[in-house]
């Protein structure tokens, strides 16, 4: 028996559906931990807050856009063809039938986040922002996960119930058919379950917010540069879906009509290694760009100094504060000897 309120609230006629209510808790679990760890370092506790109100809409946007684009060919294109250009156009703002890519909603929402930051907190080290925010990403990608099990949707293959025993009865009722077909329309051969993918999914994904927020940083030590945690998100979410790809039904092969082919499968390879490879080539340029500050040569590339000499500058700052404390000092222990001699002379003249 599956459960009976997978759609939403309330039960019956839905109309807030869980898969919203999921992603919503998510992002706002990402807002808190990305105010606590800034708070932590000694920023405002609601630092992130008029960001979240920027970056958020544009994730979703990014979201939706990144969907239609990868799911053009089977899913709008044959809505412009069988009804014509206003209903193909509507089609692609119907959020409420689903198709949300968190691919496309990452990159926009960052974007716009980095940007409102640049803008408006001026002053701040973008790079070490991000690296306070990017990587609850992953959390709220984990929490966000279970709007695909409300929905019974984007699992994993047909498997035995043995296999997944060791689960609450709640999670594996809601990954079988029971009498009907599954909300997502696919239809399990009697008496297995689908692999719990989204389950599957968040943990690892928790794995590796706790790897970019506090392992990377502690295995480069004093090698670790700002924006690294940040840029390791794209490392991160690619390995994951490079990884767990080919636990999914083909069903759920997101950007072909024909789940059956291998390009599906490539294409969703190929978008993984490049998120993997972004990664990569943006903490090389990170530190590339961390070496070339710490030498001057971005006196004359103003956006460039700004990004990378901030801290160097407050450092120098207290250099300077120390050197002047200390020719003060050496300036008062003058100016003590030199009285004393004076009244060493004085009286040495009244003797």
Same mark, same amino acid.
């Given at each position: 028996?599956?459960?009976?309120?997978?759609?939403?609230?309330?039960?019956?006629?839905?109309?807030?559906?869980?898969?919203?209510?999921?992603?919503?808790?998510?992002?706002?679990?990402?807002?808190?931990?990305?105010?606590?760890?800034?708070?932590?370092?000694?920023? @405002?506790?609601?630092?992130?807050?008029?960001?979240?109100?920027?970056?958020?809409?544009?994730?979703?946007?990014?979201?939706?856009?990144?969907?239609?684009?990868?799911?053009?060919?089977?899913?709008?294109?044959?809505?412009?063809?069988?009804?014509?250009?206003?209903?193909?156009?509507?089609?692609?703002?119907?959020?409420?039938?689903?198709?949300?890519?968190?691919?496309?909603?990452?990159?926009?929402?960052?974007?716009?986040?980095?940007?409102?930051?640049?803008?408006?907190?001026?002053?701040?080290?973008?790079?070490?922002?991000?690296?306070?925010?990017?990587?609850?990403?992953?959390?709220?990608?984990?929490?966000?996960?279970?709007?695909?099990?409300?929905?019974?949707?984007?699992?994993?293959?047909?498997?035995?119930?043995?296999?997944?025993?060791?689960?609450?009865?709640?999670?594996?009722?809601?990954?079988?058919?029971?009498?009907?077909?599954?909300?997502?329309?696919?239809?399990?051969?009697?008496?297995?379950?689908?692999?719990?993918?989204?389950?599957?999914?968040?943990?690892?994904?928790?794995?590796?917010?706790?790897?970019?927020?506090?392992?990377?940083?502690?295995?480069?030590?004093?090698?670790?540069?700002?924006? @690294?945690?940040?840029?390791?998100?794209?490392?991160?979410?690619?390995?994951?879906?490079?990884?767990?790809?080919?636990?999914?039904?083909?069903?759920?092969?997101?950007?072909?009509?024909?789940?059956?082919?291998?390009?599906?499968?490539?294409?969703?390879?190929?978008?993984?290694?490049?998120?993997?490879?972004?990664?990569?080539?943006?903490?090389?340029?990170?530190?590339?760009?961390?070496?070339?500050?710490?030498?001057?040569?971005?006196?004359?590339?103003?956006?460039?100094?700004?990004?990378?000499?901030?801290?160097?500058?407050?450092?120098?700052?207290?250099?300077?504060?120390?050197?002047?404390?200390?020719?003060?000092?050496?300036? @008062? @222990?003058?100016?003590?000897?030199?009285?004393?001699?004076?009244?060493?002379?004085?009286?040495?003249?009244?003797?």
């Amino acid at each position: 028996m599956t459960l009976v309120y997978a759609n939403g609230i309330p039960f019956d006629a839905p109309v807030i559906r869980f898969y919203a209510i999921v992603i919503l808790l998510g992002a706002l679990l990402a807002l808190f931990l990305s105010d606590y760890r800034a708070h932590k370092a000694g920023f @405002d506790w609601h630092f992130f807050d008029t960001v979240f109100l920027v970056a958020f809409p544009s994730g979703i946007v990014g979201a939706r856009i990144w969907y239609v684009i990868a799911s053009w060919n089977a899913e709008f294109l044959p809505v412009y063809q069988n009804s014509g250009f206003w209903a193909g156009f509507g089609n692609m703002f119907a959020l409420w039938n689903g198709g949300l890519a968190i691919q496309g909603g990452a990159i926009l929402g960052i974007v716009a986040g980095v940007i409102y930051v640049a803008l408006r907190r001026r002053g701040t080290s973008v790079l070490q922002i991000m690296d306070f925010a990017i990587p609850t990403i992953l959390v709220a990608q984990a929490i966000g996960r279970w709007g695909n099990f409300f929905n019974q949707e984007v699992f994993g293959h047909a498997v035995t119930l043995d296999a997944w025993g060791f689960l609450p009865t709640f999670i594996t009722n809601n990954m079988q058919n029971g009498s009907s077909a599954m909300l997502s329309g696919v239809r399990l051969p009697e008496g297995s379950i689908a692999a719990p993918l989204f389950l599957v999914e968040g943990v690892v994904n928790l794995l590796f917010f706790f790897l970019l927020a506090q392992g990377l940083p502690a295995l480069e030590g004093k090698r670790y540069v700002n924006g @690294d945690s940040g840029f390791g998100y794209f490392i991160a979410y690619g390995v994951v879906r490079f990884v767990l790809e080919p636990l999914r039904n083909p069903a759920f092969i997101m950007g072909t009509s024909d789940v059956t082919s291998e390009r599906s499968g490539y294409k969703s390879y190929g978008m993984a290694l490049a998120f993997i490879i972004i990664g990569i080539v943006l903490i090389i340029v990170n530190h590339v760009l961390d070496y070339l500050a710490k030498k001057n040569k971005f006196d004359k590339v103003l956006w460039l100094k700004h990004l990378y000499v901030q801290e160097l500058d407050v450092v120098a700052v207290d250099h300077i504060s120390e050197e002047n404390t200390s020719s003060q000092e050496e300036d @008062d @222990d003058s100016i003590d000897l030199s009285k004393l001699k004076a009244k060493e002379k004085e009286l040495q003249d009244n003797n």
